[in-house]
C-alpha cells in the first residue's frame, strides 16, 4: 500500500511522461508501472511503492467537477518533488539532457545544513525538482 505520492496535474502529457520515463529510473531507480505516453495517466514505482504519477489535468477536471473554471494564473510553486541522490550534479544534467529548464545549479547550502548540495529545474509542464545530497 502507497503511503503517500506525488501525482502531478499535467496539460503537457506526452512531454512530462518522456522527461520521467527518461530521468526516474536512472534517478532512483523506479519503472513504469502502469499507463503509457498516450495517457491520460502513468505511474512509477520503486519495488512496490508509488513515486510520481501523471495525470491529464483536463481529465482530473471533469472528474473534479472543474472544468469550466479558468485555468490558473500566474504564481508561486504550489509543489515541488524532492529527491535525495548520490550526485546532484549528474542529476541536475540528466534532466537537463532530456528537457527540463534550468532554474538554480548545482550548489553547497551551508545555511540548509552543513553539508547540503541542491540543484533545482523544471520539468516541460513546469514542476519544481530539488536534487539534494548531504555529504
Known amino acids: 500500500m502507497d503511503a503517500l505520492h506525488a501525482r502531478l496535474l499535467v496539460t503537457r502529457f506526452g512531454d512530462c511522461f518522456r522527461f520521467y520515463d527518461a530521468v526516474l529510473p536512472e534517478l532512483l531507480g523506479a519503472h513504469l508501472s502502469g499507463g503509457g505516453e498516450q495517457g491520460p495517466y502513468a505511474s512509477w514505482d520503486v519495488g512496490e511503492e508509488a513515486v510520481v504519477r501523471l495525470f491529464d489535468r483536463a481529465a482530473m477536471a471533469e472528474v473534479a467537477g472543474t472544468a469550466g473554471l479558468p485555468a490558473p494564473g500566474p504564481a508561486q510553486d504550489a509543489v515541488m518533488l524532492v529527491s535525495r541522490v548520490p550526485d546532484v550534479g549528474a542529476a541536475h544534467a540528466l534532466c537537463l539532457a532530456h528537457g527540463a529548464r ?9 545555511a540548509w545544513g552543513p553539508t547540503c548540495r541542491t540543484a533545482h529545474v523544471r520539468d516541460p509542464e513546469g514542476t519544481l525538482l530539488e536534487f539534494q545530497s548531504y555529504g
Do not use: T
Not at 534550468?102 to 551551508?110: F, N
Open 102 to 110: 534550468d532554474v538554480a545549479v548545482p550548489a553547497d547550502r551551508p
